[in-house]
């Protein structure tokens, strides 16, 4: 009769530890070669127009690519617990983000991201939502509500009006981070727990506006480690568009595997027409 007793406490408790243990395990100090590989796209589309379009063919191979080797998607979340409890990330691990929040994302990358139960991150400019300017459309309010639900998919913040956040007062500074923050909050429900820098674009007070606003963790486009802080708040993305050669997937599968030795070119946003 004890024993039966005992039997549900202890298999209580282990869930306990292993629900507190969490999605990643042990401990590391975080350093470049320690990231999973982190994507960054922006739009895409049928057939590429701009520089930092990706084709839909293209898309569907890289993400075939990835699932084929083995490689697992992360939430943000899943993200933000590894780097703040200082726990490696699981093998074979890949953050995969969107920029600016075009409509795209929902014509194009959400089928084919829901169709491999895929996860990913959009980064949304408040003021471009349902916005058409230079030609592109951006994701409406209630399709990022929509996408805010979807447990693949996760709204963080790029600011609220895409500002160069190195060349702004430092007002404007706290508006743009902490102002993003609270509106995309209150809009989806969920906790904005990263941002990504307009143009990957930072300084010291950038990072420590950040910091201060209660973000975990943000994303550039450049190497890490610079301004003295946190690895985390200084996270390098792999450029997807025209730095892949028209979306070359040799050289995608270079970037990929390696990740951590590949070259800063690799890390430079670029914009303008394709020729």
């Known amino acids: 009769m004890k024993i039966k007793v005992w039997i549900p406490l202890v298999i209580t408790l282990l869930m306990v530890c292993l629900s507190s243990y969490g999605f990643c395990s ?34 569907c191979q890289q993400l075939d690519w990835l699932a084929a080797h083995g490689y697992k998607t992360l939430s943000v979340h899943e993200f933000v617990e590894c780097l703040t409890q200082n726990t490696p990330f699981p093998k074979k691990s890949i953050f995969i983000t969107f920029d600016d929040g075009y409509d795209g994302i929902n014509t194009y990358a959400v089928p ?20 058409k300017l230079t030609g592109y459309s951006y994701l409406t309010e209630q399709q990022i509500k929509e996408l805010s639900v979807d447990p693949l998919f996760s709204i963080q913040p790029h ?14 500074l706290q508006d743009e981070v902490a102002g993003s923050k609270k509106f995309f909050e209150d809009l989806t429900g969920t906790q904005s727990e990263t941002i990504a820098f307009p143009y990957g674009s930072y300084n010291k007070s ?67 027409p394709l020729d």
Do not use: C, W
């Open 26 to 59: 042990g401990t590391v100090k975080f350093k470049r070669s320690d990231f999973p590989v982190v994507l960054m796209y922006h739009d895409i589309k049928e057939t590429e127009i701009n520089g930092f379009d990706v084709s839909v063919k293209d898309f």
């Open 112 to 131: 084919e991201l829901r169709k491999r139960g895929m996860k990913a991150t959009f980064f949304i400019i408040k003021n471009s939502m349902g916005n």
């Open 206 to 272: 950038v990072l420590d506006a950040v910091e201060r606003a209660g973000y975990k963790a943000s994303f550039a486009v450049s190497d890490l480690g610079l301004y003295d802080h946190e690895a985390r708040f200084s996270i390098p993305r792999i450029y997807m568009g025209i730095i892949m050669g028209k979306n070359n997937m040799e050289l995608f599968k270079k970037s990929v595997l390696n990740y951590k030795s590949i070259p800063k070119e690799a890390f430079v946003e670029r914009f303008g």
């Open 159 to 172: 600011t609220l009006t895409h500002a160069d956040l190195t060349k702004i007062s430092a007002e404007q």
